[in-house]
């Protein structure tokens, strides 16, 4: 058996996941592969940041934003379908905020991949207490009603703190006319 000292602090860390839980890990790690090393992720990044300059450069923009709403909308489908799966007996119908949450990582972790990884760790954890509070003897007391918001407290507490210094791309949102300059 590995004797590694992450595995010895929390042996049960590896074990149960859910295999999808290791296919968004996969595609956080390539979609920061393709957006930070690759000349497609420039010019996309170009796209969203100074999209005059990448169309002076020879970059199609609409066709880099055409390309990046398919991409994204793909991801959104992707994720919907996760969470049908993972909730798979005992969905019911409703999403308990969790597009809220998506939304919250992405101011949070500063428009980068790694920083929405980091991000999304921090709200499952603060999901996580609200889900096991009933079990833990110290949080057995509070209302469970409480507990259940802790994860929407969390996270309007870290956008009030951190949405200051997050930098959103310049151009996000704004439609791009070739025209102005």
């Known amino acids: 058996m590995l004797r590694h000292p992450l595995l010895l602090l929390c042996p049960s860390f590896f074990t149960k996941n859910y295999s999808t839980t290791w296919l968004a890990l996969a595609i956080l790690l390539c979609s920061w592969f393709a957006l930070y090393r690759t000349p497609f992720g420039l010019r996309l990044r170009a796209c969203g940041e100074h999209p005059h300059a990448a169309d002076a450069a020879g970059v199609n923009v609409y066709r880099m934003r055409y390309i990046a709403v398919m991409a994204s909308g793909a ?107």
Do not use: M
Request: aromatic share 12%.
């Open 75 to 181: 991801f959104a489908g992707l994720g919907g379908a996760i969470v049908i799966v993972t909730f798979s007996g005992e969905f019911s119908g409703t999403a308990a905020g969790l597009g809220f949450l998506a939304l919250a990582a992405l101011i949070f972790g500063q428009w980068k991949p790694l920083g929405i990884l980091g991000a999304t760790l921090f709200f499952g954890f603060a999901s996580t207490i609200a889900n096991v509070s009933q079990v833990v003897p110290a949080l057995a007391q509070i209302p469970g009603i409480i507990l259940k918001t802790f994860p929407y407290v969390v996270t309007l507490i870290a956008l009030v703190v951190f949405s200051k210094s997050s930098q959103a791309p310049q151009a996000a949102g704004e439609p791009y006319d070739k025209g102005k300059r």
